[in-house]
């Protein structure tokens, strides 16, 4: 299983970003999705998930903001960011959940200049 993510970069706060992560090697429609995110100093956290079915999950501080969803056509899940604020400055990382084990992709920096 391969995970590429894409989309992160540099944003004044209020302002949107659109992360993608395109996977291969894998069954993907059969597989739950999930972008995670590590702040300098602090424990990677959960973000966002999507399941097989696309029923999804937020954390609290993604509620309302940020909208994740997924094209199995394409193999890829996206990461819709709006009203962006100073402390979802962070490492973004695209998780593919198949048959119980994690991949993870190799990250994109996004930075929100307040």
């Known amino acids: 299983v391969q995970l590429q993510a894409s989309g992160g970069g540099l944003v004044q706060a ?9 996977a ?18 602090k424990q990677r956290e959960f973000v966002a998930f999507i399941s097989a079915g696309s029923s999804t999950n937020y954390a609290e501080s ?5 909208t994740i969803s997924r094209d199995n056509a394409k193999n890829t899940v996206d990461l819709q960011m709006n009203s ?8 973004y990382y695209c ?12 990250g994109t920096q996004v930075t929100v200049s307040s």
Do not use: M, N
Not at 25 to 39: E, N, V, Y
Not at 62 to 66: E, H, I, M
């Open 84 to 91: 962006l604020k100073p402390e979802d400055t962070a490492v």
């Open 24 to 41: 291969s090697g894998t069954t993907f429609s059969r597989d739950a999705l999930a972008w995670h995110r590590q702040a300098p100093g």
């Open 62 to 66: 993604a509620k309302g903001r940020f």
């Open 95 to 106: 998780v593919l959940i198949h048959l119980g084990r994690d991949y993870w992709g190799q």
């Open 14 to 22: 209020g302002g949107s970003l659109r992360l993608s992560c395109a």
